[in-house]
């Protein structure tokens, strides 16, 4: 299990998150958690081949496609689709390769890491970060309901 530190030095020093699997509905868990981390500054890119655009961004069909450095590869996939997916994240030189929740691959997880990249498992990159940095809240809006302090 990925420590608490990892995580926070993850999403501090990596700003680029290729989102392999990402959706254009607005009611899917991976359109969500993209649109959070775009709106606190993440630089996201689409990975998806039924989109040419989501969230405003340029959709390409696969990790191999995408023309510039990618620091986290975010897997809202399958687990039996996650092996040829951290091939591509090694091959494009990726630093992390982050799977989400209910999304574990341990074989594919020790090739990423044999190959030099982190890996975060079973996570949702949205949650740990609204966790870890102050954003946790209903649909990625700190609406301010509920507070330690007293009134």
Not at 4 to 15: F, V, W
Not at 61 to 86: A, G, M, N, T, Y
Request: glycine share 6%.
């Amino acid at each position: 299990m990925e420590s608490i530190k990892t995580i926070k030095r993850i999403l501090n020093e990596y700003k680029t998150i290729a989102v392999v699997g990402l959706s254009a509905k607005w009611n899917r868990p991976s359109h969500f958690a993209a649109k959070y981390m775009k709106t606190y500054g993440y630089k996201i890119i689409p990975v998806n081949p039924a989109y040419e655009e989501v969230l405003g961004e340029k959709c390409y069909p696969s990790l191999l496609d995408i023309p510039e450095p990618v620091d986290i590869v975010d897997i809202f996939r399958l687990p039996q689709d996650v092996p040829p997916i951290v091939e591509d994240a090694i091959k494009i030189g990726a630093k992390v390769v982050w799977m989400q929740l209910t999304i574990e691959h341990e074989e594919a997880a020790q090739r990423a890491r044999e190959a030099g990249l982190e890996v975060i498992m079973n996570r949702c990159v949205k949650i740990e970060h609204g966790r870890l940095f102050g954003g946790i809240n209903f649909l990625g809006v700190n609406r301010r309901l509920i507070s330690s302090k007293k009134q």
